[in-house]
């Protein structure tokens, strides 16, 4: 079992910039798929970034690639995400996730087990 822990998100004006991060706790020390997805209401939740916490691989949605940055901090199988360039697009329920590695990290949220409480990210225009 992993328990995932988040904090960060808040609002911001386009343009802006802010941090998410995610601690994984109880079978933390795994190799984990660990990222965020989010989702507005009344829609499919969406991959944002993933990453391999064994080799730090990463992966992005096609909406974010160039402005947003997943990372591992030093603790193992904690993850930041760094969220530049926010756009009023971006706003959204931001959910952390988690998943036992098993050969590859994907951006698909049925791949995953583990889900955090969601952080409410609000960019206005």
Known sequence: ????????G???QAGGSLTLS????????ATLCMGWFRQL?????????????GEDDTW????VKGRFAISQGNVRNT???????????DTAMYYCAAAFYEGN?????????FWGQGTQVTVSS
């Open 1 to 8: 079992q992993v328990q995932l822990m988040e904090s960060g």
């Open 10 to 12: 808040g609002s911001v």
């Open 22 to 29: 995610c601690a994984a706790s109880g079978d933390s020390y």
């Open 41 to 53: 209401p009344g829609e499919e939740r969406e991959g944002v970034a993933v990453i391999d916490t």
């Open 60 to 63: 992005y949605g096609d909406s």
């Open 79 to 89: 993850v930041y995400l760094q969220m530049n360039s926010l756009k009023a697009e």
């Open 105 to 113: 990290c994907r951006l698909n949220p049925a791949d995953y087990e």
